[in-house]
């Protein structure tokens, strides 16, 4: 079935580095912009970044631009986000979503999340 | 940024009883507004997508309404499963951005 599984997540010191797998199965993943979206503990959604259906394309929201790479292998159906310098606000549960309708790296909705990986940033 | 506004923050109805919930935007988002559902420790679900569309699999007791800035998600007849948060979400501009949700919870 359509399904997107995160993993990678962990507790990981400020100004420290860590990349985050999206592994995607039951649809044409090639075919399809990937996003991150990350939700802090009790708190409200956020989206992150996007990467078109060719890798080639990237935007990212303000607050990450500069630390977060999005980056995607097609030929392992796995979507990724490299995290570095990590700040204690990027303290989330970090999903996997995919764009409803485009293939570029345009505004979309999301009509497939994953359950999500938890990313604790702590001294 | 578009920034998104949600009200109320909670609302507290019955099962059977009409859940009409908004979202206003700080400027136009034309009909590019998602609403989604998200229970807790589960992911959030689509729900609506361009103003007034249903997502796949999505009962028809949920409906959304609205163009420019103001918009309405609403849930007909409440079942036990609708008690949940609700998001909206705009796909104008970049970044896109999310509403900070309203809770249906019940009463």
């Known amino acids: 079935q359509v399904q997107l599984v995160e993993s990678g997540g962990g507790v990981v010191q400020p100004g420290r580095s860590l990349r985050l797998s999206c592994a995607a199965s039951g649809f044409t993943f090639s075919s399809y912009g990937m996003h991150w979206v990350r939700q802090p503990p009790g708190k409200g959604l956020e989206w992150v970044a996007v990467v078109s259906y060719d890798g080639s394309n990237q935007n990212y929201a303000g607050s990450v631009k500069g630390r977060f790479t999005i980056s995607r292998d097609n030929s392992k159906n796995t979507l990724y986000l490299q995290m570095n310098s990590l700040r204690g606000e990027d303290t989330a549960v970090y999903y996997c979503?995919?764009?409803?309708?485009?293939?570029?790296?345009?505004?979309?909705?999301?009509?497939?999340w994953g359950q999500g990986t938890m990313v604790t940033v702590s001294s | 940024e578009i920034v998104l506004t949600q009200s109320p923050g909670t609302l507290s109805l019955s099962p059977g009883e009409r859940a009409t919930l908004s979202c206003r935007a700080s400027q136009s988002v034309s009909s590019y507004l998602a609403w989604y559902q998200q229970k807790p420790g589960q992911a959030p679900r689509l729900l609506i997508y361009d103003a007034s569309n249903r997502a796949t699999g999505i009962p028809a007791r949920f409906s959304g309404s609205g163009s420019g800035t103001d918009f309405t998600l609403t849930i007909s007849s409440l079942e036990p499963e609708d008690f949940a948060v609700y998001y909206c979400q705009q796909r104008s501009n970049w970044p896109l951005t999310f509403g900070p949700g309203t809770k249906v919870d019940i009463k």
């Open positions: 979503a995919k764009g409803r309708v485009y293939g570029d790296a345009k505004p979309d909705a999301f009509d497939i």
